[in-house]
C-alpha cells in the first residue's frame, strides 16, 4: 500500500512538471494594413455634372461635404442632409449609383 501512495504521488508530481513546461511564445509579425478603397480627396468643384445632377434629382436636400475619386473614375460622396443626417454614397462618373 505505502508503494502504490508513492508511485501516485510521483506521477502526480511527473504530470505537473510535464505540463508546466515552458512553451515558447510565438512572435507576431507587424500588422499588415490593406487599403481596400484607395480614393483621394478632391474638390467638390471638380465633381462631373452627371454626379452633380444625380445628388439634386436623388437627394434634393442633400448637401456634398467631401468628395473622393479613385483611379476608375468612381466617386465617393459625403452628404448631410438639412435635418442633420449624414451619409456616404457612390457614383461613376456617368451619375448612376454603385454599391462597394
Same mark, same amino acid.
Request: proline residues 3%; without cysteine.
Given at each position: 500500500?505505502?508503494? /502504490? ?5 510521483? +506521477? ?7 505540463? $508546466?513546461? $515552458?512553451?515558447?511564445? /510565438?512572435?507576431? &509579425?507587424?500588422?499588415?494594413? @490593406? %487599403?481596400?478603397?484607395? @480614393? =483621394?480627396?478632391? +474638390? %467638390? +468643384? &471638380? ?10 434629382? $436623388? #437627394?434634393?436636400?442633400?448637401? %456634398?461635404?467631401?468628395? #473622393?475619386?479613385?483611379?476608375? &473614375? ?7 442632409? =438639412? &435635418? ?5 454614397? #457612390?457614383?461613376? +462618373?456617368?451619375? $448612376?449609383?454603385?454599391?462597394?
Amino acid at each position: 500500500m505505502k508503494n /502504490l501512495v508513492i508511485a501516485t504521488a510521483l +506521477s502526480f508530481v511527473g504530470l505537473t512538471a510535464i505540463a $508546466n513546461e $515552458n512553451t515558447p511564445e /510565438l512572435k507576431m &509579425d507587424e500588422a499588415t494594413v @490593406f %487599403v481596400v478603397q484607395d @480614393f =483621394e480627396e478632391i +474638390s %467638390v +468643384s &471638380d465633381l462631373p455634372e452627371a454626379v452633380t445632377a444625380a445628388v439634386k434629382k $436623388n #437627394y434634393p436636400t442633400a448637401k %456634398v461635404d467631401k468628395a #473622393y475619386k479613385n483611379e476608375k &473614375d468612381q466617386f465617393k460622396l459625403e452628404l448631410s442632409l =438639412e &435635418d442633420g443626417t449624414k451619409g456616404t454614397v #457612390y457614383a461613376d +462618373s456617368e451619375g $448612376n449609383w454603385i454599391e462597394l
